[in-house]
Every structure is written in structure tokens, then in C-alpha cells.
Nanobody, 124 residues
């Protein structure tokens, strides 16, 4: 089993920045891609960003491209999401996800492991 714990969420003004972290433990050596998804109240879960195990391939959702950056530190079993130029529309619970059977994907159902989520609120 793999456990994922997110941190770094909070309240920020529009235009500000936040960095989310997600630490993996357990059978973390089995993890390949790690990703971030988000879900706002009353909306479906949305893909934000994903990164392969090597870090050589990255994918972003259209709504966050050029504002967010995903990275990972395999020595620390941690993935990061640097969020800049935040907008009120970015307000959501952000979930970290990890998979072991895929290379990379934007589809949430293909990720086996999920964190509990961290709240990000952007005020106008």
C-alpha cells in the first residue's frame, strides 16, 4: 500500500502563490506517475497536472497551463505543485494521486492511490 499526505493549502489573495506538497510513504518504490487533481463544490474532479516517475514527462490541464508547475523529488518521495497567478476559480480541494500501472495520465480513475486533499481558497 501507498499513503499520500498533502500539505501547503490555505487562503491566498488573487494573484498570489502557493506551493502544495504531497509526501508518499509505504510501498512508494512502486509509484510511477504522480498527479494533482482538484474538485470545487458542485463540480467534477478536474485534472491539474501529472509527472512521470523520471520527471521527464509532464502534463498540465488547460486551465492551469503557464501558471502552475509540477515537480518531484524522488529521494524524498514527494511531489510539488507550485501555483502562481492564482484566481478565485482555482478555489478547490486539491488531491494528490499516484499510480503504479501507467506511465502518465490525465484520467483520475487510472490512479490507484489518493491523498485526503488540501483546501486552497483564493479570495478576490
Amino acid at each position: 500500500q501507498v499513503q499520500l499526505v498533502e500539505s501547503g493549502g490555505g487562503l491566498v489573495q488573487a494573484g498570489g502563490s502557493l506551493r502544495l506538497s504531497c509526501a508518499a510513504s509505504g510501498r512508494s518504490f512502486s509509484i510511477n506517475p504522480m498527479a494533482w487533481f482538484r474538485q470545487a463544490p458542485g463540480k467534477e474532479r478536474e485534472f491539474v497536472a501529472a509527472i512521470t516517475g523520471s520527471g521527464h514527462s509532464i502534463s498540465y490541464g488547460d486551465s492551469v497551463k503557464d501558471r502552475f508547475a509540477i515537480s518531484r523529488d524522488n529521494a524524498k518521495n514527494t511531489v510539488y505543485l507550485q501555483m502562481s497567478s492564482l484566481k478565485p476559480a482555482d478555489t478547490a480541494i486539491y488531491y494528490c494521486a499516484a499510480g503504479s500501472r501507467i506511465l502518465i495520465s490525465t484520467t483520475s480513475s487510472l490512479y490507484e492511490y489518493w491523498g485526503q486533499g488540501t483546501q486552497v481558497t483564493v479570495s478576490s
